[in-house]
């Protein structure tokens, strides 16, 4: 089948490189490779970190799972081994949080995670002693993990070029649709038609489909690392080392497509990491950097399907862990024309 997919982010390729490994002819339309929150985002792998519950919280350690046969298959195709890191550790600064993530590890532990292990202030202390003296609880969830998110953007484009993909560098500017149906899209320069659409354009959804996706701006600092350990997850800041610097993550402002750095969220961050860590008060500041992500009224996803269409966006906070189960349902859609149960949990019409 000719399929054609509009947005160039992880979602976007992790689709395409299914697609192109199932025997489809994939095309690419991304008005410019380097944007898109997923070139700027943390890379953390992280259900239990973020606190996730429900029908969601499955959705998302479904697709946890999937990430070691991912990151091989990117290896194996691309020829680059994407940094990874096994295990983060949440911790908790106050009387209140250290209740809360008590009550969590006790519910993630007798059914979904048996992967963790809890530390006391004072044992954490003793063992990562750049910690600030002020944590009371912390655990590490071993399941987790994080991933260099540029090195894994840049991987995932290889890939997507040595499989036989191919990139129209269009900026999408109008859809021609009857009903259900796709008959057209428009670029800037040119018209694409194709036997199947898929829609992956991020924050930038709605230029298109009247779905309530919006930008969330997130500011994200880099700086040397002057330790290499675990992600620390706290809710100051996320510090994220990395094998040649240490992300600082990051403010969640409401700006619409604003991508301005400031002052401000640069003070945030900074204060937050030296909260978590004072030995951070040495590292060398290298740059702050921004991204837009997808969010929804209800910070899940959208999913959705027409006659010979889908539209996978709305990722918001996640959309790097849940990447390859989008594209396994993407896949099974296109291929096998089958609807995963996703496609009626994450359905645009449960905001009407
Ligand atoms: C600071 C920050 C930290 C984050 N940390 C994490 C984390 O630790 N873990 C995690 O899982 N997630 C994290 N996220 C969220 C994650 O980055 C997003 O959910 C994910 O990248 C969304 O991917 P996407 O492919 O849907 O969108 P994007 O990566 O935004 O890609 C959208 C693509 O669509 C293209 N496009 C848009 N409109 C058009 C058009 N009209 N024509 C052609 N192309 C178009 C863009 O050029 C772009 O290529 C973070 C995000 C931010 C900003």
Redesign the pocket.
């Known amino acids: 089948m000719d399929i054609l997919i509009?947005?160039?982010?992880?979602?976007?390729?992790s689709i395409a490189i299914d697609l192109l490994l199932a025997g489809h002819n994939v095309k690419l339309?991304?008005?410019?490779?380097r944007?898109?929150?997923?070139?700027?985002?943390?890379?953390?792998?992280?259900p239990f970190s973020e606190g996730l519950e429900g029908d969601f919280l499955r959705f998302s350690v479904e697709s946890l799972r999937l990430w070691h046969d991912y990151l091989e298959r990117i290896k194996e195709i691309s020829g680059i081994g994407v940094f990874f890191s096994q295990g983060i550790l949440r911790i908790a600064l106050t009387e209140e949080e250290e209740r809360e993530l008590k009550e969590k590890v006790k519910r993630y532990s007798q059914n979904i995670c048996q992967n963790i292990v809890s530390y006391d202030g004072r044992e954490l202390i003793k063992e990562f002693p750049y910690i600030t003296e002020e944590v009371r609880y912390g655990v590490i969830y071993g399941d987790e993990g994080?991933v260099d998110?540029e090195e894994l953007m840049e991987a995932l484009y290889i890939a997507f070029k040595k499989l036989g993909g191919e990139i129209i560098g269009?900026?999408?500017?109008r859809i021609h649709k009857e009903g259900e149906k796709i008959e057209k899209v428009y670029?800037f320069f040119k018209e694409m038609v194709a036997d199947f659409y898929i829609f992956?354009?991020?924050?930038?959804l709605k230029?298109?489909f009247n779905f309530p996706v919006f930008p969330v701006?997130?500011?994200?600092l880099r700086i040397s690392a002057p330790f290499k350990d675990y992600v620390i997850y706290s809710s100051s800041a996320y510090i994220i080392p990395r094998e040649k610097d240490i992300l600082v993550?990051?403010t969640t402002e409401h700006r619409g497509f604003d991508t301005t750095t400031t002052l401000e969220g640069v003070r945030k961050l900074t204060q937050g990491a030296i909260k978590v860590s004072p030995a951070l008060k040495e590292a060398e500041f290298f740059e702050v950097?921004?991204?837009?992500?997808?969010g929804t009224p209800d910070e899940l996803p959208i999913f959705y399907f027409g006659e010979n269409f889908a539209v996978?966006?709305g990722?918001?906070?996640?959309?790097?862990?849940?990447?390859p189960i989008t594209a396994e349902i993407a896949l099974k859609l296109v291929d096998k024309g089958e609807f995963s149960e996703y496609f009626k949990l994450f359905s645009p019409y449960r905001f009407k």
Request: net charge positive; charged share 15%.
């Open positions: 509009v947005g160039g982010g992880i979602v976007g390729l339309s991304v008005r410019n490779e944007e898109g929150a997923s070139w700027v985002a943390g890379g953390m792998l992280a994080n998110t269009e900026d999408v500017v670029g992956t354009t991020g924050a930038w230029k298109h701006k997130g500011q994200i993550g990051a950097r921004v991204g837009l992500r997808p996978f966006s990722h918001y906070r996640n959309g790097i862990l849940l990447a």
